[in-house]
């Protein structure tokens, strides 16, 4: 088979929608709609630091290789947090911007994003990327939130490995919730209740509509609900409406919606993804506060789902150590990083190894305040 033709890609609508999808596993983070919903809605796009330069790689027509590459102006919406970086870099009269990074923008969620059938390509693919960083004269290349295959083509190529921590809730194969909180430490248990209990106590009722079923208007209250939720604690641009209204008409077996309503008027809203396998827990607005109502909507009602519907995980999203006392776990994700000047590097690696040893100490420490029974 002779050498795959590189292409960079700039507007995804170039590419058909089942030729890149046939390169994924399945997961909607990474499939042809979500990045284009991404790139339609303007959400990922040069104004707020995202410039696609995806590689493509083709035998012929047939597209059997791709990788989601940003040119980026800055560090939002990454949620692997470079600042200390890019200001060391400005101390010492260096630019850290421009810089690639492979990610899907906004969604800390670890999958694909060497998207290929074969080691090969994938190896070819990140070849590529680097080859393109040292080309384009960028400060360097980042790669968050990668699986283990990924994973060990960035180890292969000598890149630098990051691990961070997110809290995940495992089923074991419950049946009801409450055979999951029997399973919790007496005090855990009955705050649970107690949250629950205020919130049901408040007169709120909460649905779960799957995508599917779904209407615009729910989708834009959610939205609306999302962005309000960002005004107030003065949170950079992220995601709007135009994107949640595509992934709902493009995405529908793969989203889950919760809102809370009180006295008929819908108040609070979260938004889940899902696999056949997973829930993943994104984004949640509120445009009224009451005790409990935020464990509600985006933890009880997705374990609750995750049971009935027989899925195994539910990623709870990024960040949040008060998860723990709800009976979702630690769980390390990594990222691999390449920097063009040599003794930033070599300070960067440094960093990471103690980073590292920290990070190890802290998810052994989570783990002896486990909220389950010993």
């Known amino acids: 088979m002779s050498q795959p033709t590189l292409k960079i890609v700039e507007d995804l609508s170039e590419i058909p929608a089942k030729d890149w999808d046939g390169l994924t596993d399945g997961d909607p983070t990474v ?20 410039q696609a330069r995806f590689i493509t790689l083709w035998q012929g027509v047939v597209l059997v290789g791709a990788m989601p590459l940003y040119l980026k102006v800055n560090s939002f919406g990454e949620h692997v947090f470079d600042f200390a970086w890019a200001e060391a870099y400005r101390r010492n009269g260096l630019h850290y911007y421009p810089k690639l990074v492979c990610a ?23 070849q590529h990327a680097l080859r393109y960083a040292q080309e384009s004269g ?5 790669c968050l939130f990668l699986n283990d ?17 997110q809290f995940h809730w495992q089923n074991q194969d419950y049946s009801h919730f409450d055979d999951y909180l029997a399973t919790l430490s007496r005090d855990k248990r009955k705050r649970i209740k107690q949250e629950r209990r205020k919130v049901q106590e408040a ?12 209407t615009p208007e729910q989708w834009s209250f959610f939205a609306s609900c999302y962005l309000h939720t960002l005004q107030l604690h003065n949170s950079p641009h992220q995601l709007n409406e135009d994107f949640y209204q595509r992934i709902g008409a493009t995405l529908p077996a793969h989203t889950l919606l919760v809102i809370a309503s009180r006295e008929g008027q819908p108040i609070a809203s979260a938004l889940n993804y899902m696999t056949d ?4 827990g994104r984004s949640w607005g509120t445009f009224e506060f009451h005790s409990g109502l935020h464990f509600e909507v985006c933890y009880y009602q997705a374990i609750e789902y995750c049971i009935a519907h027989k899925l195994q995980t539910f990623e709870g999203g990024a960040g949040g150590e008060h998860k723990l006392a709800r009976g979702f776990m630690p769980v390390t994700t990594r990222s691999a990083h390449w920097l063009a000047h040599p003794q930033f590097a070599q300070a960067v690696e440094n ?3 103690r980073e590292h040893e920290a990070i190890a100490g802290y998810v052994d420490e989570l783990n002896e305040r486990s909220p389950y029974k010993r």
Do not use: N
């Open 203 to 214: 007169g709120i009722q909460i649905d779960c509509i799957a995508g599917h079923d779904a």
């Open 149 to 165: 295959a990924d994973i060990q083509v960035a180890q292969h190529h000598g890149m630098m490995l990051r691990q961070d921590v």
């Open 351 to 353: 960093y990471l190894q």
């Open 31 to 50: 499939s042809h709609a979500f990045f284009l919903a991404l790139q339609e809605s303007g959400c990922a796009m040069p104004q707020y630091g995202w």
């Open 138 to 142: 960028v400060s360097s290349l980042h």
């Open 104 to 126: 899907v923008p906004f969604t800390p969620v670890t999958g694909q994003r060497l998207l290929a059938k074969s080691d090969e390509v994938r190896d070819l693919l990140l």
């Open 277 to 280: 396998e997973a829930l993943y």
